[in-house]
Protein backbone atom coordinates (compact mmCIF):
# COMPACT_ATOMS: atom_id res chain seq x y z
CA UNK A 1 0.00 0.00 0.00
CA UNK A 2 1.11 3.59 -0.94
CA UNK A 3 0.06 6.84 1.04
CA UNK A 4 -1.17 8.82 -2.15
CA UNK A 5 -2.11 12.26 -0.12
CA UNK A 6 0.95 14.21 -0.91
CA UNK A 7 0.55 13.62 -5.26
CA UNK A 8 -2.68 13.65 -4.67
CA UNK A 9 -2.62 17.50 -3.13
CA UNK A 10 -0.02 18.77 -5.74
CA UNK A 11 -1.46 21.62 -8.18
CA UNK A 12 -2.69 20.39 -11.60
CA UNK A 13 0.42 19.93 -13.85
CA UNK A 14 -0.86 22.57 -16.12
CA UNK A 15 -0.27 25.44 -12.97
CA UNK A 16 3.42 24.05 -12.74
CA UNK A 17 6.17 25.78 -13.86
CA UNK A 18 8.23 24.96 -16.98
CA UNK A 19 10.94 22.52 -15.40
CA UNK A 20 14.54 22.52 -17.19
CA UNK A 21 15.05 18.93 -15.95
CA UNK A 22 18.58 16.92 -15.73
CA UNK A 23 19.48 13.79 -16.82
CA UNK A 24 18.76 11.03 -14.45
CA UNK A 25 16.98 7.70 -13.58
CA UNK A 26 13.33 7.83 -13.58
CA UNK A 27 13.59 5.56 -10.16
CA UNK A 28 15.68 7.39 -7.37
CA UNK A 29 15.67 7.30 -3.57
CA UNK A 30 17.40 10.48 -3.00
CA UNK A 31 19.00 8.90 0.51
CA UNK A 32 20.27 6.11 -0.87
CA UNK A 33 22.36 8.41 -3.31
CA UNK A 34 23.60 10.41 -0.64
CA UNK A 35 24.92 7.54 1.57
CA UNK A 36 26.71 6.08 -1.09
CA UNK A 37 30.35 6.94 -0.13
CA UNK A 38 33.27 6.22 2.17
CA UNK A 39 34.90 8.15 4.62
CA UNK A 40 34.22 10.30 7.55
CA UNK A 41 30.08 11.60 7.48
CA UNK A 42 29.83 13.47 10.87
CA UNK A 43 32.95 15.80 11.50
CA UNK A 44 34.76 13.99 14.36
CA UNK A 45 31.68 11.21 14.75
CA UNK A 46 30.18 8.87 12.24
CA UNK A 47 31.87 7.60 9.17
CA UNK A 48 29.23 7.01 6.58
CA UNK A 49 28.80 3.12 6.87
CA UNK A 50 27.36 4.01 10.90
CA UNK A 51 25.75 6.87 9.34
CA UNK A 52 23.61 4.81 6.97
CA UNK A 53 23.36 2.10 9.62
CA UNK A 54 21.56 4.60 12.02
CA UNK A 55 19.16 5.90 9.52
CA UNK A 56 18.09 1.93 8.28
CA UNK A 57 17.72 1.49 11.75
CA UNK A 58 15.21 4.32 12.03
CA UNK A 59 13.44 3.41 8.63
CA UNK A 60 13.13 -0.02 10.21
CA UNK A 61 11.69 1.27 13.26
CA UNK A 62 9.36 3.69 11.39
CA UNK A 63 6.96 0.71 10.00
CA UNK A 64 5.07 3.20 7.20
CA UNK A 65 3.64 3.16 4.38
CA UNK A 66 5.69 4.71 1.56
CA UNK A 67 4.02 8.24 0.91
CA UNK A 68 3.42 8.82 5.00
CA UNK A 69 4.16 12.13 5.87
CA UNK A 70 6.64 12.23 8.96
CA UNK A 71 7.32 15.26 11.36
CA UNK A 72 10.75 15.91 12.14
CA UNK A 73 11.31 18.33 14.65
CA UNK A 74 14.36 18.99 16.36
CA UNK A 75 18.07 21.67 15.80
CA UNK A 76 20.81 20.11 14.10
CA UNK A 77 22.06 17.01 15.22
CA UNK A 78 23.67 13.85 14.07
CA UNK A 79 20.46 12.05 15.13
CA UNK A 80 18.80 14.53 13.26
CA UNK A 81 20.28 13.92 9.80
CA UNK A 82 20.01 10.43 10.35
CA UNK A 83 16.21 10.80 11.29
CA UNK A 84 16.28 12.59 7.72
CA UNK A 85 17.98 10.20 5.51
CA UNK A 86 15.68 7.38 7.45
CA UNK A 87 12.80 8.72 6.64
CA UNK A 88 13.64 9.26 2.84
CA UNK A 89 14.74 5.35 3.28
CA UNK A 90 11.14 4.16 4.27
CA UNK A 91 9.97 5.68 1.76
CA UNK A 92 8.05 8.50 3.74
CA UNK A 93 7.55 12.18 3.11
CA UNK A 94 10.13 14.40 4.93
CA UNK A 95 7.99 17.39 7.09
CA UNK A 96 10.49 18.96 8.81
CA UNK A 97 10.37 22.04 11.56
CA UNK A 98 11.71 24.53 12.89
CA UNK A 99 12.59 23.85 16.49
CA UNK A 100 11.78 27.32 17.66
CA UNK A 101 8.57 26.41 17.00
CA UNK A 102 5.45 26.20 19.35
CA UNK A 103 2.58 23.75 19.59
CA UNK A 104 -0.22 25.84 17.84
CA UNK A 105 2.17 26.69 14.96
CA UNK A 106 3.25 23.33 14.87
CA UNK A 107 -0.63 21.82 14.60
CA UNK A 108 -0.87 23.64 11.61
CA UNK A 109 1.33 22.29 9.94
CA UNK A 110 0.82 18.75 11.14
CA UNK A 111 -3.11 19.05 9.81
CA UNK A 112 -2.18 20.83 6.49
CA UNK A 113 0.09 18.43 5.60
CA UNK A 114 -2.17 15.01 7.50
CA UNK A 115 1.08 14.03 9.51
CA UNK A 116 1.14 10.62 10.64
CA UNK A 117 4.00 9.93 12.43
CA UNK A 118 6.75 12.55 14.54
CA UNK A 119 10.33 12.10 15.18
CA UNK A 120 11.41 15.17 17.92
CA UNK A 121 14.18 15.79 20.28
CA UNK A 122 13.65 14.68 23.33
CA UNK A 123 13.79 18.55 24.76
CA UNK A 124 11.19 19.97 22.41
CA UNK A 125 8.57 17.07 21.85
CA UNK A 126 6.33 18.05 24.13
CA UNK A 127 5.57 20.98 21.78
CA UNK A 128 4.70 18.14 18.97
CA UNK A 129 0.67 17.34 18.66
CA UNK A 130 1.22 14.52 16.71
CA UNK A 131 -0.27 11.03 18.48
CA UNK A 132 2.47 8.91 17.19
CA UNK A 133 5.45 10.69 18.30
CA UNK A 134 9.18 8.97 18.63
CA UNK A 135 11.92 10.79 20.70
CA UNK A 136 15.05 10.74 18.77
CA UNK A 137 17.23 10.31 21.17
CA UNK A 138 15.19 6.73 21.87
CA UNK A 139 15.33 5.36 18.82
CA UNK A 140 17.45 2.28 17.51
CA UNK A 141 21.24 2.83 16.50
CA UNK A 142 21.20 -0.17 14.72
CA UNK A 143 19.78 -2.39 12.40
CA UNK A 144 19.12 -2.93 8.49
CA UNK A 145 16.50 -2.05 6.00
CA UNK A 146 16.06 -2.44 2.01
CA UNK A 147 15.19 0.85 1.12
CA UNK A 148 12.01 1.61 -0.82
CA UNK A 149 12.34 1.88 -4.29
CA UNK A 150 11.12 5.41 -5.27
CA UNK A 151 10.44 6.78 -8.20
CA UNK A 152 12.72 10.22 -9.21
CA UNK A 153 8.95 12.11 -9.32
CA UNK A 154 7.54 10.54 -6.01
CA UNK A 155 7.35 13.16 -3.25
CA UNK A 156 10.23 12.97 -1.05
CA UNK A 157 9.86 16.65 1.79
CA UNK A 158 6.83 19.28 1.92
CA UNK A 159 9.51 22.19 3.00
CA UNK A 160 6.90 24.90 4.63
CA UNK A 161 7.77 28.65 3.85
CA UNK A 162 8.54 30.44 7.12
CA UNK A 163 5.53 32.30 7.30
CA UNK A 164 7.13 36.15 6.26
CA UNK A 165 3.76 37.15 4.29
CA UNK A 166 1.21 35.31 5.96
CA UNK A 167 -0.27 31.81 6.67
CA UNK A 168 2.83 29.34 5.95
CA UNK A 169 2.40 27.30 2.33
CA UNK A 170 3.72 23.62 2.28
CA UNK A 171 6.23 23.61 -0.96
CA UNK A 172 6.75 19.76 -2.22
CA UNK A 173 9.80 18.52 -3.80
CA UNK A 174 10.44 15.49 -5.09
CA UNK A 175 13.86 12.81 -4.77
CA UNK A 176 15.31 14.33 -8.01
CA UNK A 177 14.75 17.58 -6.58
CA UNK A 178 16.72 16.93 -3.63
CA UNK A 179 19.80 15.68 -5.92
CA UNK A 180 19.20 18.79 -8.95
CA UNK A 181 20.57 21.62 -6.17
CA UNK A 182 23.51 19.68 -5.20
CA UNK A 183 24.35 19.29 -9.23
CA UNK A 184 24.02 22.88 -10.02
CA UNK A 185 24.15 25.21 -7.21
CA UNK A 186 26.16 22.88 -4.94
CA UNK A 187 28.35 21.11 -7.98
CA UNK A 188 28.89 24.35 -10.10
CA UNK A 189 29.18 27.38 -7.39
CA UNK A 190 31.25 25.58 -4.89
CA UNK A 191 33.42 23.00 -6.37
CA UNK A 192 32.97 20.63 -3.16
CA UNK A 193 35.29 18.38 -2.61
CA UNK A 194 35.03 15.05 -0.10
CA UNK A 195 37.67 16.54 2.56
CA UNK A 196 35.79 19.38 2.91
CA UNK A 197 33.71 20.00 6.61
CA UNK A 198 30.21 21.82 5.58
CA UNK A 199 28.59 23.88 8.79
CA UNK A 200 26.29 26.31 9.15
CA UNK A 201 23.48 28.20 11.36
CA UNK A 202 20.14 27.24 9.50
CA UNK A 203 17.88 24.58 10.41
CA UNK A 204 17.54 21.77 7.85
CA UNK A 205 13.95 22.51 8.74
CA UNK A 206 14.59 25.64 6.28
CA UNK A 207 16.15 24.41 2.62
CA UNK A 208 18.56 26.48 2.85
CA UNK A 209 19.94 24.62 5.71
CA UNK A 210 19.26 21.31 3.97
CA UNK A 211 21.22 22.09 1.40
CA UNK A 212 24.21 23.26 4.00
CA UNK A 213 24.43 20.65 6.24
CA UNK A 214 22.68 17.67 4.46
CA UNK A 215 22.18 17.46 0.94
CA UNK A 216 25.29 19.66 -0.18
CA UNK A 217 28.07 17.70 1.95
CA UNK A 218 26.26 13.64 1.38
CA UNK A 219 26.34 14.55 -2.08
CA UNK A 220 29.99 14.93 -2.60
CA UNK A 221 31.23 12.67 -0.07
CA UNK A 222 32.27 15.51 2.11
CA UNK A 223 31.72 15.73 6.28
CA UNK A 224 29.11 17.44 8.21
CA UNK A 225 29.43 19.74 11.24
CA UNK A 226 26.09 19.96 12.72
CA UNK A 227 25.39 23.42 14.43
CA UNK A 228 22.60 22.95 17.05
CA UNK A 229 22.31 26.12 18.24
CA UNK A 230 23.71 29.50 16.66
CA UNK A 231 25.75 30.63 19.62
CA UNK A 232 27.93 27.32 19.10
CA UNK A 233 28.93 28.74 15.33
CA UNK A 234 32.18 29.55 16.24
CA UNK A 235 33.35 26.68 18.32
CA UNK A 236 32.09 24.31 15.99
CA UNK A 237 34.29 25.88 13.29
CA UNK A 238 37.22 25.88 15.44
CA UNK A 239 36.88 22.82 16.57
CA UNK A 240 35.75 20.79 13.42
CA UNK A 241 37.63 22.66 10.73
CA UNK A 242 34.94 24.10 9.15
CA UNK A 243 36.04 24.51 5.60
CA UNK A 244 32.48 25.80 4.07
CA UNK A 245 30.24 27.82 6.28
CA UNK A 246 27.16 28.84 5.24
CA UNK A 247 24.99 31.83 7.31
CA UNK A 248 23.31 35.21 7.16
CA UNK A 249 24.81 38.70 7.22
CA UNK A 250 24.15 39.73 10.55
CA UNK A 251 26.41 36.11 11.67
CA UNK A 252 28.87 37.38 9.08
CA UNK A 253 28.96 40.39 10.57
CA UNK A 254 29.26 39.55 14.16
CA UNK A 255 31.89 37.07 13.27
CA UNK A 256 33.79 39.84 12.09
CA UNK A 257 34.98 40.98 15.73
CA UNK A 258 36.07 37.67 16.32
CA UNK A 259 39.15 35.79 15.37
CA UNK A 260 38.05 33.95 12.31
CA UNK A 261 39.65 30.11 11.96
CA UNK A 262 42.22 29.84 9.12
CA UNK A 263 40.58 26.21 8.03
CA UNK A 264 37.82 28.26 6.45
CA UNK A 265 37.74 28.50 2.11
CA UNK A 266 34.55 29.23 1.22
CA UNK A 267 31.34 31.18 2.56
CA UNK A 268 27.51 31.10 1.38
CA UNK A 269 25.12 34.25 2.34
CA UNK A 270 21.47 33.93 2.05
CA UNK A 271 18.17 34.39 3.57
CA UNK A 272 18.48 38.00 3.68
CA UNK A 273 20.22 40.20 1.43
CA UNK A 274 24.12 40.25 1.85
CA UNK A 275 25.23 44.75 1.82
CA UNK A 276 28.15 45.12 -0.40
CA UNK A 277 29.68 46.72 3.31
CA UNK A 278 29.79 43.41 4.84
CA UNK A 279 30.91 41.82 1.37
CA UNK A 280 34.50 43.63 1.48
CA UNK A 281 34.73 43.50 5.15
CA UNK A 282 34.42 40.42 5.53
CA UNK A 283 36.96 39.87 2.05
CA UNK A 284 39.59 42.23 3.94
CA UNK A 285 39.66 40.47 7.01
CA UNK A 286 39.64 36.88 5.66
CA UNK A 287 40.64 36.92 1.86
CA UNK A 288 37.52 34.98 1.42
CA UNK A 289 34.84 36.53 -1.28
CA UNK A 290 31.50 35.45 0.18
CA UNK A 291 29.06 33.64 -2.24
CA UNK A 292 25.87 36.17 -1.83
CA UNK A 293 22.78 33.87 -3.16
CA UNK A 294 19.16 34.28 -3.77
CA UNK A 295 16.71 31.25 -3.11
CA UNK A 296 13.96 30.20 -2.13
CA UNK A 297 11.62 27.56 -0.27
CA UNK A 298 9.44 26.91 -3.41
CA UNK A 299 12.87 26.61 -5.81
CA UNK A 300 14.49 24.19 -2.69
CA UNK A 301 17.73 26.37 -3.19
CA UNK A 302 19.94 28.93 -4.65
CA UNK A 303 19.56 30.00 -8.12
CA UNK A 304 21.02 33.04 -8.75
CA UNK A 305 24.66 32.91 -7.41
CA UNK A 306 28.09 33.65 -8.70
CA UNK A 307 31.61 31.63 -7.79
CA UNK A 308 33.66 33.62 -5.51
CA UNK A 309 35.90 34.74 -7.91
CA UNK A 310 33.76 36.09 -10.31
CA UNK A 311 31.39 37.46 -8.01
CA UNK A 312 30.49 41.46 -7.40
CA UNK A 313 30.22 43.03 -3.97
CA UNK A 314 26.01 44.03 -3.42
CA UNK A 315 25.11 41.53 -6.25
CA UNK A 316 23.43 37.97 -5.90
CA UNK A 317 25.25 37.02 -9.04
CA UNK A 318 23.99 35.58 -12.22
CA UNK A 319 22.01 32.51 -13.20
CA UNK A 320 23.49 29.25 -11.63
CA UNK A 321 24.08 26.74 -14.79
CA UNK A 322 20.82 24.56 -15.02
CA UNK A 323 18.36 27.80 -14.41
CA UNK A 324 17.21 30.72 -16.48
CA UNK A 325 16.42 34.21 -15.16
CA UNK A 326 14.72 37.20 -16.45
CA UNK A 327 13.22 40.60 -15.00
CA UNK A 328 9.69 41.28 -16.05
CA UNK A 329 6.91 44.00 -15.75
CA UNK A 330 3.57 43.64 -15.02
CA UNK A 331 2.54 41.90 -18.35
CA UNK A 332 5.77 39.62 -18.25
CA UNK A 333 7.18 41.20 -20.63
CA UNK A 334 10.91 41.32 -20.28
CA UNK A 335 12.63 44.37 -18.90
CA UNK A 336 16.06 46.16 -19.68
CA UNK A 337 19.30 46.58 -18.17
CA UNK A 338 18.99 48.30 -14.83
CA UNK A 339 15.07 48.49 -15.44
CA UNK A 340 13.03 47.60 -11.83
CA UNK A 341 11.08 44.69 -12.04
CA UNK A 342 10.07 41.29 -10.94
CA UNK A 343 12.43 38.52 -10.68
CA UNK A 344 11.26 35.43 -12.85
CA UNK A 345 13.10 32.10 -13.29
CA UNK A 346 12.93 28.64 -14.01
CA UNK A 347 15.34 25.33 -14.35
CA UNK A 348 15.07 21.83 -12.78
CA UNK A 349 13.17 23.00 -9.21
CA UNK A 350 10.28 24.61 -9.01
CA UNK A 351 6.85 25.89 -7.13
CA UNK A 352 4.47 23.44 -6.22
CA UNK A 353 2.19 24.59 -3.13
CA UNK A 354 0.45 21.38 -1.45
CA UNK A 355 -3.04 21.86 -1.84
CA UNK A 356 -2.91 26.25 -2.22
CA UNK A 357 -4.73 28.52 -4.48
CA UNK A 358 -1.53 30.83 -3.74
CA UNK A 359 0.20 28.66 -6.69
CA UNK A 360 -1.28 30.99 -9.13
CA UNK A 361 0.57 33.88 -7.75
CA UNK A 362 3.65 32.38 -7.42
CA UNK A 363 3.99 30.66 -10.67
CA UNK A 364 2.66 32.80 -14.28
CA UNK A 365 3.43 31.98 -17.76
CA UNK A 366 5.58 28.76 -16.75
CA UNK A 367 7.73 31.13 -14.65
CA UNK A 368 8.20 31.04 -10.51
CA UNK A 369 7.89 34.67 -9.74
CA UNK A 370 9.64 34.89 -6.46
CA UNK A 371 8.15 38.42 -4.96
CA UNK A 372 11.15 40.25 -5.25
CA UNK A 373 12.09 43.53 -7.15
CA UNK A 374 15.46 43.25 -9.35
CA UNK A 375 17.63 44.71 -12.18
CA UNK A 376 19.97 43.16 -13.87
CA UNK A 377 23.05 44.63 -15.68
CA UNK A 378 24.56 44.60 -19.18
CA UNK A 379 26.63 41.82 -17.99
CA UNK A 380 24.16 39.92 -17.03
CA UNK A 381 24.27 40.17 -12.98
CA UNK A 382 21.51 40.24 -10.85
CA UNK A 383 21.12 43.07 -8.30
CA UNK A 384 18.35 42.46 -5.80
CA UNK A 385 16.16 46.37 -4.71
CA UNK A 386 13.41 45.17 -2.20
CA UNK A 387 10.58 42.59 -1.88
CA UNK A 388 8.33 43.81 -4.19
CA UNK A 389 5.98 44.52 -0.74
CA UNK A 390 9.25 46.36 0.37
CA UNK A 391 9.17 49.01 -2.44
CA UNK A 392 8.37 52.14 -1.03
CA UNK A 393 7.21 54.62 -3.40
CA UNK A 394 7.14 58.23 -1.61
CA UNK A 395 6.17 61.38 -3.36
CA UNK A 396 6.71 59.07 -7.14
CA UNK A 397 10.02 58.09 -6.06
CA UNK A 398 10.23 54.26 -5.73
CA UNK A 399 12.74 53.88 -2.83
CA UNK A 400 14.59 50.40 -2.06
CA UNK A 401 14.58 49.55 1.57
CA UNK A 402 17.54 47.50 1.55
CA UNK A 403 19.31 50.47 -0.35
CA UNK A 404 18.67 52.88 2.84
CA UNK A 405 19.41 49.71 4.83
CA UNK A 406 22.91 49.12 3.55
CA UNK A 407 23.91 52.59 3.99
CA UNK A 408 22.59 52.51 7.71
CA UNK A 409 24.84 49.51 8.15
CA UNK A 410 28.26 51.41 7.21
CA UNK A 411 27.44 53.78 9.66
CA UNK A 412 29.52 52.24 12.92
CA UNK A 413 26.48 52.76 15.67
CA UNK A 414 24.31 50.33 13.68
CA UNK A 415 24.14 47.26 14.69
CA UNK A 416 21.01 45.86 12.53
CA UNK A 417 18.53 48.05 11.36
CA UNK A 418 15.03 47.42 9.11
CA UNK A 419 13.34 50.30 6.78
CA UNK A 420 10.21 50.24 5.87
CA UNK A 421 7.18 52.40 4.48
CA UNK A 422 5.20 54.67 6.70
CA UNK A 423 2.05 56.25 5.68
CA UNK A 424 2.07 59.88 5.07
CA UNK A 425 -0.67 62.23 4.29
CA UNK A 426 1.56 64.54 2.10
CA UNK A 427 4.13 61.67 0.48
CA UNK A 428 2.05 58.77 0.23
CA UNK A 429 4.95 56.81 2.38
CA UNK A 430 8.07 57.77 3.64
CA UNK A 431 11.46 55.87 4.51
CA UNK A 432 11.00 54.35 8.26
CA UNK A 433 13.60 52.58 10.23
CA UNK A 434 13.75 50.61 12.70
CA UNK A 435 18.05 50.73 14.43
CA UNK A 436 19.46 48.80 16.66
CA UNK A 437 22.32 50.84 17.92
CA UNK A 438 25.74 49.26 19.27
CA UNK A 439 26.90 52.64 20.53
CA UNK A 440 25.37 56.03 21.09
CA UNK A 441 23.92 57.57 18.33
CA UNK A 442 21.15 60.02 16.90
CA UNK A 443 18.48 59.93 14.63
CA UNK A 444 20.03 63.04 12.69
CA UNK A 445 23.74 61.39 12.47
CA UNK A 446 22.03 58.49 11.10
CA UNK A 447 19.96 60.75 8.40
CA UNK A 448 23.07 62.94 7.43
CA UNK A 449 25.22 59.46 7.51
CA UNK A 450 22.53 57.95 4.33
CA UNK A 451 22.15 61.51 2.51
CA UNK A 452 25.57 61.74 2.34
CA UNK A 453 25.92 57.61 0.80
CA UNK A 454 22.82 57.63 -1.32
CA UNK A 455 20.44 60.29 -3.23
CA UNK A 456 19.34 62.59 -0.35
CA UNK A 457 15.57 61.72 -0.75
CA UNK A 458 15.78 58.18 -0.04
CA UNK A 459 17.18 59.18 3.84
CA UNK A 460 14.84 57.88 6.42
CA UNK A 461 12.74 60.57 7.58
CA UNK A 462 11.37 58.54 10.78
CA UNK A 463 13.99 56.79 12.96
CA UNK A 464 12.89 54.66 15.85
CA UNK A 465 15.44 53.00 17.99
CA UNK A 466 14.66 49.86 19.45
CA UNK A 467 16.17 46.57 21.29
CA UNK A 468 15.82 43.79 18.57
CA UNK A 469 13.85 43.16 15.12
CA UNK A 470 11.03 40.58 14.77
CA UNK A 471 12.22 37.69 13.54
CA UNK A 472 10.83 34.32 11.75
CA UNK A 473 12.23 31.02 13.49
CA UNK A 474 15.05 31.05 10.29
CA UNK A 475 16.28 34.79 11.42
CA UNK A 476 14.68 36.42 8.56
CA UNK A 477 13.25 40.31 9.70
CA UNK A 478 9.27 40.36 9.57
CA UNK A 479 8.90 43.65 8.12
CA UNK A 480 5.12 42.91 7.84
CA UNK A 481 5.25 43.18 11.68
CA UNK A 482 7.03 46.23 11.43
CA UNK A 483 4.76 47.57 8.54
CA UNK A 484 1.98 46.49 11.16
CA UNK A 485 3.41 48.28 13.58
CA UNK A 486 3.98 51.75 11.35
CA UNK A 487 0.48 51.60 10.57
Known amino acids: MT ?17 LLLDGPERVNAAVELLDHEGTAIAGGWS ?3 LRARAEAIAASLRIEPGTRVLLHTPNTPQA ?60 ERGSFEPVDTAADDV ?15 CVHFHRDLLACCDTFA ?7 STDVFSGTPPIAFTYGLGASLLFPLRFGASIAPVAKPADLLDVIRERGVTTLFTAPTAYRALLAQDVPSSLHTCVSAGEPLPAGISDA ?57 E ?8 PTGCRYLDDERQATYVRDGWNLTGD ?13 ARTDDMIISSGYNISGFEVEAALLEHPAVAECAVVGAPDPERGHVVMAYVVAGAEVTARELQDHVKALIAPYKYPRRIEFVDALPRTPTGKVQRNVLRERVA
Open 282 to 338: WYEKTGIRIVDGIGSTEMLHIFIASRAADARPGSCGTPVPGYEARIVGPGMETLGPE
Open 3 to 19: DTFARDHLPPRSAWPDL
Open 48 to 50: YAE
Open 373 to 385: AFTVDADGYFWFQ
Open 187 to 193: REILEPR
Open 156 to 170: AIIAFTSGTTGLPKG
Open 81 to 140: IAAWLGILLAGGVVVATMPLLRERELRKVATKARVGVALAARAIAGEVPVEDLRVLEELP
Open 340 to 347: VGRLAVRG
